[in-house]
Structures are given as C-alpha cells and as structure tokens.
C-alpha cells in the first residue's frame, strides 16, 4: 500500500481540481443514518480500492460538508478561503510537510515565521515579537494563558503553587471558560456594557472586590477583540493600562476581529491592541486561509519559549536565532503540519493591498447592510456594528420563528444564518467574512424577512 | 484573489502530482540565512502572482523540508505515509473541510468516526467507547489527562479546587511533563525498571510514600506504551490493576506504539491496553496517515464530553447520538480540519488485513535487524527489541563520534538516525515504521559504523 498508484493520484487530483475551480452550493448533510448507512463496510480486510474510496470521498464525505467558504454563509463566523490558500494546503498535503523542528520542516518554518513576523508589525507588537500557528484559537488562548501564568509566577514567586484567576468579561468567548478549567483556574466574570463590551472602570472595580474578598490571584486578563456573537471590541486601550498598573498579562482573543487591524477603520476600532503582551487572530476566518491555522502572537516571544520548550526549562539568554527556531516550542503543541504555509502562499501571491482591501470591503459591506436594516421597516438594528457583524430583529418574531425562517433557507441552499442570543433575546446575526457577498445576497436577506 | 484562477490550480495540481508520485531523496534543509534570503520580499503590498508564489513553494519552501516519509528516515519515530492518505489529505485541503459540528462537517466526522470505532474496537475498549482525532499526542495526552481530573474530582468533590498530581515513569515523553505544567498538576516520577519500563509494584511504592509525604493527591497513571527514546512498554496489566485499586485514572501514551495492537506479537507486548481509561495513537506515526493526525480514545466517552463541552457544563443522560457528535466536544480544540479522514480512507482503500501486515512487517524487519546488530562483532545491542525500535551501541565511540557520523549520512542522502541517550550512554536509535525499509538499507547502516 505503500507503493504509487498513477490512477489513485488522477482520481484524487480529479476531486481536488473541481473543488478548486468551482463554488460549491450550499448545502446540509443528509440524516446520521443515511452517512453512515453509505459509508458503511468501508472498512473492511481486504479493503474497498481507489476507485470506491474515492467514490465515497467525494459523493457521501465531501457531499455532506458544508461548504463554509460560499459566499452566503453568515453563520458561526465562516470561512472565505482563498483558491490559492486551498491550492497551497493540497500541496503541503501531497508534500507531509511537518512543521514541528528547523532540522524537518525548515522552508516551511520560515515561510511561517514571514508570515508571523508581518502580522506581529501590523498589531504593532515590537522587536521581540513573533509566535506560531496553532489549529485554533482555543488551543491559542489556552498557549497564551499558561505562558501567562508562567510568568506571572515568575515575578510572584510565592504563588508556584497557587490557584490563580482569570480575568474576562462575561461574552468572553466559551473556549476562555473551558481553557480556564484546563489550567485549573478561576474566572473572574465581569459585567460588560449594555452590548458586553468590557470596561476598563468595570475590570478595575471587579479586580478591587475581587482582592477584598480573598479570591485567589489574578494574573491575566483575557480579552474580547471582535465577540463571535455581537462582533464588540473590548476597552483594549483602558485594559491594557489596568494591567500595566496590576502587573497582570493582557490577551486578546482576536479569532474574528484581530483581521480588521490591517484596515484604517479596523484599526481604530481596535485601539490599544499593540499594547497586549498575546493575541490570536485565525487566517481561517477573516484572513482568508483555510481550516485550521490561528496565528498566536507573543510581545515577547521568550516567554512562550520558556514556558513551552519540552527539552529544557531554562531559558536561553540570547536572541531566538531563526536556525533554532522550533515551533514546537511557543505553545502546547509538538508535532505539527505546516498549518501557516497555505497562509503564507496567498498572501505572497496576491499581497497586503488585496488582504487590506477584502477586510475593507467586508467592513463596508457590513456598514451598507447596518443601513439596509435600519431602513427596513420591518427589522430593528439590534447593536451598533464595530467590525463585520451585523445583529438585528423581526419584532414579533419568537426565537422558533427564526429557526424555521434560517432551517428554511439553509435547505434552499440560499443562504445559512444562525439565530443567535444577547441576554435572553433572540436575534439574528449576520457575519460578513467573504469579499463576495454582494448587496443583492443580501437584500435576499432582508426581503426574506418581511 | 477569491475568484478561480485554473492557472495557478494547474501549477498548484503539478506540484501535487509529483509529490504524490515519486519517492523524494533524503535532504538536509539549507543555512536559516540562504531560506530566508530566497523568501525576502515574497509578502509585498502588490503580490508575486501565482507563478512565483508556486516556484517559491516547490523549490524554497518544499525543497528546505525533509522527506519524513522516506524509507531511510529512522529518526525521532518519522511518518511513512501512504500515498493513498496524502492524496485523501489533498482532497481534504481542496474541499476546506471543517470537522468540529456535525451541522457543518457531518460526512468527514461520520468517517472519522468509522475509523475511530475501529481502532476502540482492536483495543477492545468497550460498548461505551469512542473519541476525537487531534493534531498530536501532547494536545491528545493534555486532554485525556484533562477529562481525567475532571472525573476523579466528580468522585472525590472535597478536592475539587485542590491541586493534583500525575504520576508516570522517568521515562515518560516529555510531553506528559509540560502537559502537568499547563494543567497546573504536580508530576509523581517514578523510577522505571533498567529500560525504564514503570512496574506496578514501584508505582505501589511509589504512591504509598507519597500519600505519606502528604503529596497532592495523584488522580491519574500516564503510562506510556512504546516509549519515544528505547520503545518500551510499561507494565500495563500491572498499573491496570494498581488503578482500580485506588481508584485512579489510567491513560497510555500510545503514540508510537499504539499501533501494534493490530498485530498478534504486538498484542503480547501491550498486554493489559484494553484496560485503559484512555490513550492515543498517532496515525501519522505507524498507522501511516500524514500530519497531523493523532487519535484521542476514551474508554467512556461520555466523560470526555462533560469535560470539553463549550456551551454546557451538563453531561446529557442520554447515549452520544450519531446527529449530536461535535467533534469539537471531546478536546480542548473548537475548530478542526477534518483530520482523521486521510487515515479512514486508507484504511478503507487498502483495507486492515494490510494495516496488520504492514505493522507487522515493520516487528519482522526490527527483529531482523536486532540479530544483524547482535551477529556484528562490531555493534552492541543496547536494550532488547520490544516493538519496531532497535538501539545499539559502536563500543569505543563517544557522543561525538556519533553525531558526526548521523550528520554524514543525513547529509549525503543515505539515511538519517540520531542519536540518542539513555541514562547517560549515548546510543544510536533505529525506528522502523516504514514497510519498504529494505535489509539492505539496514545492512548499509550496520556496514557504514564498521
């Protein structure tokens, strides 16, 4: 099974050229029975042969996916991966490129670390910045986090072994809870505003109560750089002075909302980003790249070396030099394919003006559409758009009037958007990722809804 | 950028065929300052267009990784691929396949699931089993070990903030180490026999002293089956029992040597695997997927969903259905490419029968080659052959003639081992995971340290 197989290979690359070359309808998988129903005896001992497997690859494994990257997906934050972005990750496939140590995957690593080093100058993160692709913003958050607390304990040495805390507004994304609970750590909940955001008075006032009454330390602050669900932008500027006067570690989770700093309007709705010590910001959102690649960007790099090198826990005191650069070494991670490379392909081949110009146009997109719903008599604005998501209502409309309006136009094959909640109230929740959604799409929307 | 553009996928396609389709030489990537050099200038504000980025990738890029999948890679438990998983992986790339919610990715989860049920069902784990493919064995290691403190405080809720300890042997892979460090646990070391192989009765001892010692309470055994450095096996059937005599967690690290279980001497060597809570395999190891592709197993995998869950804390009291299966649920990911899908349709395609052979053939060749190093007068068999991993010695030489002659032979294409060390002694460290590893190839190995 090991040897090559010419006709596997042109069966294969037969598959990969049309999902290349051709947008893909929306569509829904069939029911868990009629899958696995298709797929089963596939594995069997003596075994089914290219040509079924194939078969099976493209006409029940790929025909019940969602394609995430059509251009009528709203939903869930999708995806609008570029055909190069794909076209690069097919050839880091037929290539097994590891991306783990400099001695393996060295081209590889360095196309990453072009692409990291871009990013960290655009967020504005100084000369010991950089940082690694990891598959998502979760294991990011979770990396960014125990690098956090290594430090923090680092300075406060008579907490080695003491709970800490986590400190994050109540729309923190889920995966800030969960990662809490990994580290085995508190969460120090606070109140945003009225669309969640949080505020620096909030946090220090939180922090103060929160001293007073025992509670165990804080050492970070995790956050919210563009909410998955109303697309807010936390105080970053106002935390990031909180934390210089606490001596507490700042994160910005940016999965979403960290692309918009390539853009003037972007980047001043994310005022005080340069001023985090971590961040993560996905390609495979808003960047344009395809699953899964969450770029995780340190102030200083050593200190993610330091807490993640599996060999040696001292640190060395000089510079990361780029022939000892293992990626392995800057988050909870060992071995990994060249996840940031398909990233790195696209943004070579088009450039920075076309990423800035397709954040730019989303953003703009998002802002035409704000005033399409504000102007339909019909629908309310439901929060003020920051970034690309646009929130709005039916009145009169219950939560179960909006899943089977979104069920319905999911089965057409129009469009896909989630109904979504913001304290009690449903909503519906449009993200603008893909460049080519038109204003007709979404007028669609709109006159769908009368 | 994100209109189809058949040129740059054609460029893209050729690439791909001629990775899919030949056997690449072994190559050391070039000086850190040559790489970065040819990659300057490749991000720009206008692009480099497709042809470039293309010739960059192929001939910069591409040509500076090693060819992991090489037969004479014998290095660091390297990857042998089946051309049939590269070109699923390729399909996989091309269709942007997310795998994390059913809703999105149903026909990639549903065959990651056929291929997960298989390998519970070879380790013989139960009704209740099932789980998840993450990007390694440290991510893998970290969650299982997650889930477990999770359940053991369940079960002993006056602990519930309280820190925690993990035990396992010295010679536990590294990851087992950093992965306590994140999860904010203390690590039990307990010496192993002479190869490092942790006994049940040290274990027994080992607790014991600690419990007097009033150490954090040891929640879970992380076992390893197949140890990185001589391929081990711990005492499985030993700590099995020693786990449900004080009511902890056992979870093997199979990363490496988990595959064995396909075969009858394997089994032997695994003796007591079917006891575990959980463990993880490495496809992209010895069960010949590409990166990066590691299979997380629980014995009850309901436990894995209450710990990883994002959006309740809850455990439903229902059974896992198949139209509920969130990926996403089982480990500290959210987003996830479709991973385990390269893996299932190898499988599919070649069929189990020669999985086992092919696994199989790998014992043989390590057996043989164990005797060829004994019958040399010249070598010294370092620690008895227990899987596919042969170590020996070339008495007289220290460390630093054997690096000279590893680095020789990586740099004149012929093979690549490294080196190693053990307590100490250094040793050379052969891993046969690749069925077309010839005897001639390891006659030239043995040849070469006349």
Redesign the interface.
């Known amino acids: 099974?090991?040897?090559?197989?010419?006709h596997?290979?042109n069966l294969?690359?037969a598959?990969?050229?049309h999902?290349?070359?051709?947008?893909k309808p929306l569509r829904?998988?069939?029911?868990?029975?009629t899958?696995?129903g298709a797929?089963a005896g596939?594995?069997?001992?003596?075994?089914?042969?290219?040509e079924?497997?194939?078969e099976?690859?493209?006409d029940?494994?790929?025909?019940?996916?969602?394609?995430?990257?059509n251009p009528n997906v709203y939903a869930?934050i999708p995806?609008?991966?570029?055909?190069?972005s794909?076209?690069?990750?097919?050839?880091?496939?037929?290539?097994?490129?590891?991306?783990d140590?400099?001695?393996?995957?060295?081209?590889?690593i360095?196309?990453e670390n072009?692409?990291l080093a871009?990013l960290c100058r655009e967020v504005g993160l100084g000369d010991h910045a950089g940082g690694v692709f990891v598959?998502?913003?979760?294991?990011g958050n979770?990396s960014a986090l125990?690098a956090a607390?290594?430090w923090w304990r680092s300075e406060h040495r008579e907490h080695t072994?003491d709970?800490l805390t986590i400190a994050c507004a109540q729309q923190a994304h889920?995966?800030v809870?969960?990662?809490a609970?990994?580290?085995?750590?508190d969460v120090l909940l606070v109140d945003g505003d009225e669309f969640g955001r949080l505020r620096a008075h909030d946090l220090a006032v939180a922090l103060a109560a929160h001293r007073a009454q025992g509670g165990a330390p804080v050492f970070a602050i995790s956050a919210t750089a563009g909410t998955t669900n109303l697309g807010m932008v936390d105080d970053l500027a106002g935390l990031a002075d909180v934390a210089e006067q606490e001596g507490l570690w700042l994160h910005a989770d940016g999965a979403y909302g960290g692309a918009a700093v390539l853009t003037v309007t972007g980047r001043e709705a994310l005022a005080g980003i340069d001023r985090v010590q971590s961040m993560v910001v996905?390609p495979?959102k808003w960047l344009?790249a395809?699953?899964?690649c969450?770029a995780l960007l340190y102030r200083d790099v050593r200190i993610a070396r330091a807490?993640?090198t599996?060999?040696a826990e001292y640190l060395e005191a000089v510079e990361v030099?780029?022939?000892q650069?293992n990626p392995s070494d800057y988050a909870?991670?060992?071995?990994?394919?060249?996840?940031g490379?398909?990233f790195?392909?696209?943004?070579?081949?088009?450039?920075?003006?076309?990423y800035r110009d397709?954040v730019d146009s989303c953003l703009a997109t998002a802002r035409a559409f704000t005033a399409a719903v504000q102007a339909a008599s019909h629908l309310e604005l439901f929060a003020p758009t920051t970034l690309s998501i646009v929130t709005f209502t039916r009145p009169g409309w219950a939560r179960d009037d909006y899943q089977r309006w979104s069920d319905q136009h999911l089965a057409d094959g129009e469009f896909f958007i989630a109904v979504s909640e913001f304290r009690g109230h449903p909503l519906l929740r449009v993200c603008l990722v893909?460049?080519?959604t038109t204003p007709a799409d979404l007028q669609q929307v709109i006159d769908s809804l009368v």
């Open positions: 099974m090991h040897d090559h197989d010419q596997l290979v294969a690359l598959v990969a050229r999902e290349l070359t051709t947008v829904s998988p069939a029911s868990a029975a899958i696995y797929l596939s594995i069997s001992a003596a075994g089914i042969g290219a079924e497997a194939v099976l690859m493209r029940v494994v790929g025909a019940n996916c969602m394609n995430v990257s869930f995806s609008a991966a570029t055909p190069a794909l076209a690069a990750d097919v050839m880091i496939a037929s290539m097994n490129m590891i991306g140590w400099w001695l393996e995957g060295a081209g590889g360095a196309a072009i692409a871009w598959s998502g913003a979760t294991p979770l125990a607390r290594r072994r709970r889920s995966s809870r969960m990662v609970s990994v580290l085995d750590c996905d495979h344009f395809g699953y899964d969450c807490a993640f599996q060999t030099s780029a022939d650069w909870v991670h060992l071995t990994r394919r060249a996840r490379v398909p790195w392909f696209s943004l070579a081949a088009h450039g920075t003006d076309a397709a893909h460049p080519h």
